[in-house]
């Protein structure tokens, strides 16, 4: 299985990402160690351009890094045919035992990734390096992670084998398996339609009151992640059903077949910019206190607050769309 054309590509990526990312850390250790901005000596002039190269070859590898996700599930939703009980990419990922965690990994690298790029953009936008240390010390939290995420993903294609019997979605978000996944499909569905719009209408609120007031932004930005994670639950717990139309299948991945118009990439898309940018609106909070950083960064988070606002705004009309449509009716 290893040598499907997409498991190549998710390789050939994660080991370039994890490569670059190396060379990234040891030149980030190097800035960290000796960087003094009012040095005007050779080895800081030589750190000045390793820092522009390292952060736009960063930059862009992240960039094929948040891609990788979206490619990740894609082709475990293509290679469930192989499998004998799998109906979609939940059967795939539970061919062995490295499928879940790497997903679980790709997910958190991403929000990792989009912080650390919305960082970098921040600090390229001042004229005094005014983020460089935060930004190699959160760059080097994140290549472990990444180098950790290509090692399970080679485990995960190279341990496939097409005679493997694995589990179909209907046992895996069963409310019966036992699982985690079993837990949240168990999660009962009218407090989790209170908490998920209750959460989605504070957040739009309280982005809304920082877009126009500009205060507020540590209290969006954690409402925004909580939303995020709610929502996430959500989308097991009642969403799907809607779009199934059935009281009993709670599988998040089905929602990326043909059949249901592909809506689960729109949807963990829109979830997953939205969660990235107000969480990046959090983390910018306390470095708006560096040189430059005051007039730069006020302009950014309101974009990024805006960004959160439209991708649940959409999230949120595509899920009550199907749930005011379904033929499926739920107390």
């Not at 994660?14 to 003094?36: C, E, F, N, P, T």
């Not at 958190?108 to 912080?115: D, E, K, T």
């Amino acid at each position: 299985m290893i040598m499907h054309p997409a498991a190549l590509a998710l390789l050939a990526t994660a080991l370039l990402v994890s490569g670059m990312g190396v060379h990234a850390g040891y030149q980030g250790m190097r800035i960290l160690a000796k960087w003094d901005i009012r040095s005007g000596s050779e080895l800081q002039l030589e750190l000045e351009r390793k820092t522009y190269l390292v952060s736009t070859v960063m930059s862009n590898i992240l960039v094929f890094q948040l891609m990788s996700l979206f490619l990740y599930i894609y082709t475990a939703d293509s290679l469930y045919p192989l499998f004998t009980g799998a109906m979609c990419a939940a059967g795939s990922l539970n061919a062995n035992s490295f499928g879940y965690p790497v997903l679980s990994l790709k997910v958190l690298n991403f929000l990792l990734a989009g912080v650390w790029l919305i960082v970098n953009y921040a600090d390229n936008k001042g004229y005094d390096y005014p983020l460089i240390k935060i930004k190699y010390e959160l760059l080097n939290l994140l290549i472990p992670l990444l180098m950790l995420e290509s090692f399970l993903l080679l485990g995960y294609f190279a341990g496939i084998k097409p005679d493997i019997i694995t589990s179909c979605c209907g046992s895996l978000f069963s409310h019966e398996s036992g699982s985690f996944s079993g837990e949240i499909a168990a999660l009962p569905h009218i407090p989790m339609k209170i908490a998920f719009f209750s959460s989605m209408a504070l957040t739009l609120a309280s982005g809304l009151f920082f877009c126009l007031k500009g205060r507020g932004g540590n209290l969006f930005s954690v409402l925004a992640t909580l939303t995020f994670l709610i929502s996430a639950a959500a989308l097991v717990s009642f969403i799907c059903l809607y779009f199934y139309e059935l009281p009993t299948h709670h599988c998040p991945f089905c929602l990326l077949q043909k059949e249901y118009g592909y809506v689960g990439y729109a949807m963990y898309a829109t979830l997953l910019c939205g969660g990235v940018a107000g969480l990046g609106t959090g983390v910018l909070m306390p470095l708006k206190k560096h040189g430059s950083m005051a007039r730069i960064i006020p302009p950014l988070q309101r974009r990024l607050a805006l960004v959160t606002i439209v991708c649940y705004l959409l999230f949120t009309s595509i899920a009550s769309w199907k749930m005011y449509f379904s033929a499926l009716r739920m107390g």
